[in-house]
T-cell receptor, first 112, second 113 residues
Framework: DAGVTQSPTHLIKTRGQQVTLRCSPK?????VSWYQQALGQGPQFIFQYYEEEERQRGNFPDRFSGHQFPNYSSELNVNALLLGDSALYLC???????????FGDGTRLSIL | ELKVEQNPLFLSMQEGKNYTIYCNYS?????LYWYRQDPGKSLESLFVLLSNGAVKQEGRLMASLDTKARLSTLHITAAVHDLSATYFC?????????????FGGGTRLMVKP
């Protein structure tokens, strides 16, 4: 049973560029959440998608946007990249609130 | 705004010793999760605590939740080197509108032989 898969694993971009990160949820999960984890810190919630709609959003600017597809997979897009966007981006999937969110291995994004 | 604080931030302990990690949060919630993260790896779910007084145990780890005190603890019994990792607590907010996890800053645990 495949867990949460993310691609790519590593990415290097320069300031001002745009990036798209991808996530496939665990089989049977319909909800996808994205988190940003800076080095040495806890993950911070970016947004959550359910039924192809953004259901919740954390305190992130509009440069961060996303999408969920009919097969529940999801994309995170970041425009106009800043040095401070360098972080590990984690995708998590879930099916109901009484179960833990399952996390993927993340995408390490480095901005030069 | 929900705030989640863990202490200590760093813990170095000898094998065989006991210790407790504390997780305090600022607003009402009845759902709290504990995760483990190894260096360069993703987060692994340890415990789900869904009500006041909930206690869960797995091996040398035991977690509890006191929703009235807004406090969760992760107790380590007779630590072994394999428990070395960073431990995060995360509080679920936003109710039926969909869960949103707010994480603490993490406790980095090093268990020395």
């Amino acid at each position: 049973d495949a867990g949460v898969t993310q691609s790519p694993t590593h990415l290097i971009k320069t300031r001002g560029q745009q990036v798209t990160l991808r996530c496939s949820p665990k089989s049977g999960h319909d909800t996808v959440s994205w988190y940003q984890q800076a080095l040495g810190q806890g993950p911070q919630f970016i947004f959550q998608y359910y039924e192809e709609e953004e259901r919740q959003r954390g305190n992130f600017p509009d440069r961060f946007s996303g999408h969920q597809f009919p097969n529940y997979s999801s994309e995170l897009n970041v425009n106009a990249l800043l040095l401070g966007d360098s972080a590990l981006y984690l995708c998590a999937s879930s099916t109901d609130r009484n179960q833990p969110q399952h996390f993927g291995d993340g995408t390490r994004l480095s901005i030069l | 705004e929900l705030k989640v604080e863990q202490n200590p931030l760093f813990l170095s302990m000898q094998e065989g010793k006991n210790y407790t990690i504390y997780c305090n949060y600022s607003t009402t919630s009845d759902r709290l999760y504990w995760y483990r993260q190894d260096p360069g790896k993703s987060l692994e779910s340890l415990f789900v605590l869904l009500s006041n007084g909930a206690v869960k145990q797995e091996g040398r780890l035991m977690a509890s939740l006191d929703t009235k005190a807004r406090l969760s603890t992760l107790h380590i019994t007779a630590a072994v080197h394999d428990l070395s990792a960073t431990y995060f607590c995360a509080v679920d907010s936003r109710g039926d509108a969909g869960n949103m996890l707010t994480f603490g800053g993490g406790t980095r645990l090093m268990v020395k032989p």
